[in-house]
């Protein structure tokens, strides 16, 4: 079964802090993409990892892809209110669409 | 190049009724995507178009459900004699074939049956 997962589902964390999402992924794949939903609006991309070792940064977000591992992060630095979100990171398994993870919901705290 | 768009934002219906969702992808893009995204869960993926070939259609997609994409261009994706269970996001993504997946979202659909 093709299968996508993060965590945490959940996080909360205070501004100004450092945090790490996970996303495991069930079988081979070396296109991941990691995208932002704020409540009520579509997708809006964030990062295209098509390799593994792959390390793309903006601004305070860095992803990477370890396909060895079968794992990428997205890793958040010294977190602002602005970047409270839901995350979540689609991998393509080769059958020419997305599976996407349950998300992570992000909510950073004053 | 304003994105892809989708039409209506919102739609409001009542179980048994017939309804109709448009998108508009991305004018250079050959592939059209739809998906589901209930409350709390990620998009799942419903079908996908490569120009105007229905190209795979999800176990998701029941025969209540019909999309097209005629001459390649836009889609439309119904469903008929609503059910509550559809309540959900509809989202519409489209991508050039030589970039495959990386697909840009549209802002959606926001259906919900009562």
């Known amino acids: 079964e093709l299968k996508v997962e993060q965590n945490p589902l959940f996080l909360s964390m205070q501004e100004g802090k450092n945090y790490t999402i996970y996303c495991n992924y069930s079988t081979t794949s070396d296109r991941l993409y990691w995208y932002r939903q704020d409540p009520g609006k579509s997708l809006e991309s964030l990062f295209v990892?098509?390799?593994?070792?792959a390390v793309k940064q903006e601004g305070r977000l860095m992803a990477s892809l370890d396909t060895k591992a079968r794992l990428s992060t997205l890793h958040i630095t010294a977190a602002v209110h602005d970047l409270s979100a839901t995350y979540f990171c689609?991998?393509?398994?080769?059958?020419?669409?997305?599976?996407f993870g349950t998300g992570t919901r992000l909510t950073i705290i004053p | 190049d304003t994105g892809v768009s989708q039409d209506p934002r919102h739609k409001i219906t009542k179980r048994g009724q017939n309804v109709t969702f448009r998108c508009d992808p991305i004018?250079?893009?050959?592939?059209l995507y739809w998906y589901r995204q209930t409350l709390g869960q990620g998009p799942e993926f419903l079908t996908y178009f490569q120009n105007e070939a229905q190209l795979e259609k999800s176990r998701l997609l029941s025969d209540r459900f019909s999309a097209e994409r005629p001459k390649g261009s836009f889609s439309t994706l119904e469903i008929q004699r609503t059910e509550q269970g559809d309540s959900a996001m509809y989202l519409c993504a489209s991508s050039a074939i030589r970039t495959a997946t990386e697909a840009f979202f549209g802002q959606g659909t926001r259906l919900t049956v009562v």
């Open positions: 689609a991998v393509d398994f080769g059958n020419e669409k997305l599976t």
């Open positions: 990892l098509l390799s593994n070792g």
């Open positions: 004018s250079e893009h050959n592939r």
